[in-house]
């Protein structure tokens, strides 16, 4: 086969898990070769919180939190349970025992990290879990230390600098003291003062992405933009290489060691989100961003690669923009006291505090049933006095800006409301009247809302007895529709330990990898903690581009 280009490692997108192959194996001493379909690098990774969900790291415990592979063990299995290969006994333990290495590998490298700490685990009262959570992301960055890079790099949030254990505190800078400094701190000294002296600090996905990208550059490692992977190349068995379409020609580069495909899941093609995950489902509800059509997935089927988990998404309540389009995953706009979720029988079936991957299992559940798609999010007035929305801050301005959107339904009564927004108005009011109780108790009795750690991670200290339920009793009235949103699909190719592409036989595909959302997650269908999307990514990244090493005969180990 005659190629018009060379690399040892090629790899297919420039989230986390691309970054993180790249930096292993030009660490090992091999040249990688990273592309990217779009204009712009980073992926769903720089868009994201930047966190990961890595059990028994060094980070977490220099802050004075334990954590044993045993405990984490234990919990994972406790969350994940059987769901066939994709999260295999072996799967588990590589993720759990490289994963705290990745870390320190890294750290070593130069990359600051912080521990999340207080940000929970999602199921913190089932064996081996974590109330203070074991989430690290990275420290709060000088994006400009990349220079004109800064400008290639995918961004959602950089004129705020956050950490995702400040997220919560910001949401209730109106109620708390601890909330109201924090904004002081966050716009004042984090965002505005560095600009003075020349820098700008950055958190969340962009701490992470920028910070990989600096290392990578640093080790000279090549980027091809608006690059996608046409076809993957096989001779004699083994992936050989791919055809890349660059600058508008079609271009065979050879990949000597392996073709690690790294590239997002199918969330923006609707064709394969109908065929394997059924209706109603919305590309237009996905947070993914617009190159992750699923092309490399389709191809590595193509050439024998078995897949799965192919109907499953990191799930989660969405609104929409109705002028724009433009889809906003919900975290603590649902969390929050003073509201509720119902279907179109008025009734509530979610804790609407819990793990947006629950909510968006029991809102396509639900729907089986009665409409529930979309579903409706209730609020009296103090939920709109008290915590932003969104972008919209709270009060009166807020509020008109998103009835003028149209994203908002106002009413003076939960009747009236029902009646503007298609909703059962006896259903409403019954839910009302017993949600209500619960809020003057203290005790949800239907979905167990505020019972956990998690649940208050985004909550209001100031409403008791319990800081998730708040009465949804004082005019006017507003509903917002909730879809079945996602932060990216989770299905893809089936990997082993080593992040190796597997045939339905179980027989390895020689010279392909896969790691992050084109492959299937080692997390089943569930989400154990926050950055059990990105620790998985980043693991199998490292794990990945070790293993090409070795293959290679490279001595050299990652410093």
Same mark, same amino acid.
């Given at each position: 086969m005659?190629?018009?280009?060379?690399?040892?490692?090629?790899?297919?997108?420039?989230?986390?898990?691309?970054?993180?192959?790249?930096?292993?194996?030009?660490e090992?001493?091999?040249?990688?070769?990273?592309?990217?379909?779009?204009?712009?690098?980073?992926?769903?990774?720089?868009?994201?919180?930047?966190?990961?969900?890595i059990?028994?790291?060094?980070?977490?415990?220099?802050?004075?939190?334990?954590?044993?592979?045993?405990?984490?063990r234990r919990?994972?299995?406790a969350?994940?349970?059987?769901?066939?290969?994709?999260?295999?006994?072996k799967?588990?333990?590589a993720?759990?025992?490289?994963?705290?290495?990745?870390?320190?590998?890294?750290?070593?490298?130069?990359? @600051?990290?912080?521990?999340?700490?207080?940000?929970?685990?999602?199921?913190?009262?089932?064996?081996?879990?974590?109330?203070?959570?074991?989430?690290i992301?990275?420290?709060?960055?000088?994006?400009?230390?990349?220079?004109?890079?800064?400008?290639?790099?995918?961004?959602?949030?950089?004129?705020?600098? +956050?950490?995702?254990?400040?997220?919560n505190?910001?949401?209730?800078s109106?109620?708390?003291?601890?909330g109201?400094?924090?904004?002081?701190?966050v716009?004042?000294?984090?965002a505005?003062?560095?600009?003075?002296v020349?820098?700008?600090l950055?958190?969340?996905?962009?701490?992470?992405?920028? /910070?990989?990208?600096?290392?990578?550059?640093?080790?000279?490692?090549?980027?091809?933009?608006e690059?996608?992977?046409?076809?993957?190349l096989?001779e004699k068995?083994?992936?050989?290489?791919?055809?890349?379409?660059?600058?508008?020609?079609?271009?065979?580069?050879?990949?000597?060691?392996?073709?690690?495909?790294?590239?997002?899941?199918?969330? @923006?093609n609707?064709?394969?989100?109908?065929?394997?995950?059924g209706?109603?489902?919305?590309?237009?509800?996905?947070?993914?961003?617009?190159?992750?059509?699923?092309?490399?997935?389709?191809?590595?089927?193509q050439i024998g690669?078995?897949?799965? +988990?192919?109907d499953?998404?990191?799930?989660?309540?969405?609104?929409?923009?109705?002028?724009?389009?433009?889809?906003?995953?919900?975290?603590?706009?649902?969390?929050?006291?003073?509201?509720?979720?119902?279907a179109?029988?008025?009734?509530?079936?979610?804790?609407?505090?819990?793990?947006?991957?629950?909510?968006?299992?029991? /809102?396509?559940e639900?729907?089986?049933?009665?409409?529930?798609?979309p579903?409706? /999010?209730?609020?009296?007035?103090?939920h709109?006095?008290?915590?932003?929305?969104?972008?919209?801050?709270?009060?009166?301005?807020?509020?008109?800006?998103?009835?003028?959107?149209?994203?908002?339904?106002?009413? /003076?009564?939960l009747?009236?409301?029902?009646?503007?927004?298609?909703?059962?108005?006896?259903?409403?009011?019954?839910?009302?009247?017993?949600?209500?109780?619960?809020?003057?108790?203290?005790?949800d009795?239907?979905?167990?809302?505020?019972?956990?750690?998690?649940?208050?991670?985004?909550?209001d200290?100031?409403?008791?007895?319990?800081?998730?339920?708040?009465a949804?009793?004082?005019?006017?009235?507003y509903?917002?529709?909730?879809?079945?949103?996602d932060?990216?699909?989770?299905?893809?190719?089936?990997?082993?330990?080593?992040?190796?592409?597997?045939?339905?036989?179980?027989?390895?595909?020689?010279?392909?990898?896969?790691?992050?959302n084109?492959?299937?997650?080692?997390?089943?269908?569930?989400?154990?903690?926050?950055?059990?999307t990105?620790?998985?990514?980043?693991?199998?990244?490292?794990?990945?581009?070790?293993?090409?090493?070795?293959k290679a005969?490279?001595?050299?180990?990652?410093?």
């Open positions: 005659k190629f018009e280009h060379s690399t040892d490692v090629l790899i297919i997108g420039s989230g986390a898990a691309a970054m993180t192959t790249a930096l292993t194996v030009a090992r001493g091999l040249k990688p070769l990273v592309v990217e379909s779009t204009a712009m690098l980073g992926g769903n990774s720089a868009i994201s919180g930047g966190g990961l969900w059990p028994n790291n060094h980070v977490m415990k220099r802050e004075g939190q334990t954590d044993s592979y045993e405990e984490a919990y994972l299995d969350c994940v349970g059987e769901v066939g290969p994709a999260s295999s006994s799967r588990r333990e993720f759990l025992t490289r994963g705290p290495e990745m870390v320190k590998w890294l750290e070593d490298l130069g990359f @600051k990290w912080v521990f999340a700490k207080g940000y929970s685990d999602y199921y913190p009262e089932r064996a081996g879990g974590k109330p203070n959570g074991r989430g992301e990275g420290k709060k960055y000088d994006i400009k230390r990349i220079g004109s890079w800064a400008d290639k790099l995918r961004f959602a949030v950089r004129a705020l600098p +956050l950490y995702t254990s400040e997220v505190k910001m949401a209730v109106f109620r708390t003291f601890k109201f400094f924090t904004a002081a701190r716009v004042g000294l984090e505005t003062f560095p600009r003075l020349g820098k700008q950055v958190g969340l996905g962009n701490s992470l992405m920028g /910070q990989l990208l600096e290392l990578a550059l640093a080790r000279n490692v090549e980027f091809w933009l690059s996608p992977m046409i076809e993957l096989v068995s083994r992936v050989v290489g791919a055809v890349v379409k660059r600058e508008g020609k079609s271009v065979t580069v050879e990949a000597k060691h392996g073709v690690m495909v790294a590239s997002g899941g199918f969330e @923006k609707a064709a394969m989100r109908k065929k394997y995950q209706e109603p489902v919305g590309a237009e509800w996905t947070s993914g961003t617009e190159g992750n059509l699923g092309h490399p997935i389709q191809q590595a089927k690669a078995a897949l799965a +988990l192919m499953d998404a990191w799930w989660g309540p969405t609104m929409v923009n109705p002028q724009t389009g433009a889809p906003q995953f919900m975290l603590q706009e649902r969390s929050l006291p003073f509201c509720f979720i119902v179109k029988d008025g009734k509530r079936f979610m804790n609407e505090s819990e793990s947006y991957v629950d909510a968006g299992h029991h /809102q396509y639900r729907n089986k049933k009665v409409q529930a798609i579903a409706w /999010q209730i609020m009296d007035s103090r709109r006095e008290y915590y932003p929305f969104g972008m919209a801050m709270p009060g009166k301005g807020g509020t008109r800006k998103l009835l003028e959107l149209g994203m908002f339904v106002e009413a /003076q009564t009747t009236e409301l029902a009646e503007k927004i298609g909703v059962d108005p006896k259903g409403l009011t019954d839910t009302a009247t017993r949600f209500n109780v619960f809020a003057k108790n203290g005790k009795l239907d979905f167990q809302r505020g019972d956990s750690a998690y649940d208050r991670v985004y909550s200290p100031r409403v008791k007895p319990n800081p998730n339920l708040g949804v009793e004082k005019a006017p009235f509903a917002v529709k909730v879809f079945p949103g932060l990216g699909t989770k299905g893809g190719i089936l990997t082993d330990e080593f992040a190796r592409a597997l045939r339905e036989d179980g027989s390895v595909i020689e010279g392909l990898y896969a790691a992050g084109c492959s299937a997650s080692v997390m089943g269908r569930t989400y154990p903690g926050p950055g059990s990105l620790g998985p990514a980043t693991t199998f990244g490292f794990i990945g581009g070790n293993h090409i090493a070795d005969g490279v001595v050299k180990k990652a410093a």
